[in-house]
């Protein structure tokens, strides 16, 4: 299963954050040009023209995908946003907590207008022209529109999910949740998509990414959509350079690690399932897939600890159930066989109702 920032967090309250935290070093070269701490004027002709200069993280994302359906139209839809916000917007140098939030609900209230709705995805050409974009979308539009109105927002990673934070002048960040449009603290994240502490300390998840980071998950996007249409091979070069670009990127390490297995290149497999799993132990998909590498080469004790592993993380996925009925049935106890894989059909026939 090709795993990319697609699932939808469906939040059931609305919260506010400023968090404090240390200044990062910004990631956008557009956006943080001219951010010096003061008031600007409203916006000059020649931003309210944009037809392309200055290109924005959405037409990097275009070129990438220039040969899996992104066209012109594409392009034109991302400069016609631009431009629509900037008759909307008037960007300041310095923003009170209320002006952030202020200025976001714009960009949200922009994007509905325009008739974009969530959905899951993984190409942002295809987000465009059916108006279906996913949570990296979101965030690609919302960065796009920032890089020309010098907004100062940065993309952010979570298991499976991207946001963004609003940065003050003082270091103190905002998170948004661009499909909800509202403000979430950091603890939300953790909670609701159960992030482990060394996850986060290593780098992989509640991260700021740079530019090059951020293009890596477009890479990683790109390679589950092959992945999707059974291009296991074409999506290991995509997976490659996501990893490139974000060295911690444990999504990409899982996708790759499944391609390879797909393709039986088991050794390949291992190692990149390996890394994921100690990059985000809490992923239940690459602690399956690992069980199954290791069936595969009958070690049976370690593929039943991944089995067990995978669901003690998600209990509610009945298929490491049935992997069990099936190892127990490869080392010959038919009875346990019969108990596991009647476990996997009640638990396959309760997540239906």
Known sequence: MPSAGIGGLMLNQSMKSVITASLLAFFFPV??????????????????????????????????????????????????????????????????????????????????????????????SIGLEKKVIDCDNYC???????????????????????????????????????????????????????????????????????????????????????????????????????????PAFSSAYHNRGSSYYALKKIAEAESDLKKAASLDPSRASTRNTLGDVYFDLKEYENALREYTASIKLDPGNYVPYYSIGLLMKAIGEEDQAGKWLRKAEEVKAGSKK
């Not at 509905?112 to 959905?119: L, N, S």
């Not at 950091?186 to 990414?209: A, H, N, T, W």
């Open 140 to 246: 690609t539009l919302y960065i796009a529109i920032a890089e020309v109105l010098k907004i100062p927002l940065i993309p952010v990673y979570a298991p499976n999910h991207s946001f963004l934070r609003f940065f003050f002048d003082d270091g103190s960040y905002l998170n948004w949740e661009p499909i909800e449009a509202v403000p979430l603290q950091d603890s939300f994240y953790i909670k609701k998509l159960g992030i482990p502490q060394e996850s986060i300390r290593s780098g992989v998840y509640l991260k700021s990414l740079e530019r090059r980071e951020f293009i890596g998950v477009e890479h990683n996007n790109i390679g589950a959509w092959l992945m999707s249409h059974g291009r296991y091979a074409d999506s290991l070069s995509h997976f490659g350079a996501a990893i490139e670009l974000y």
């Open 31 to 124: 956006i943080m040009s001219g951010f010096s701490g003061k008031n600007c004027a409203p916006l000059n002709a020649a931003i309210r023209a944009y037809s392309g200069e200055h290109r924005t993280i959405a037409h990097d994302f275009l070129d990438m995908e220039s040969d899996f359906g992104a066209k012109k139209e594409h392009y034109a839809a991302v400069d016609r946003l631009i431009n629509r916000a900037a008759e909307k917007i008037v960007p300041l140098k310095t923003y009170t907590t209320e002006q952030a939030v202020q200025t976001l609900l714009a960009l949200d209230s922009l994007l509905k207008e325009d008739g974009y709705r969530f959905g899951d995805n993984f190409l942002l």
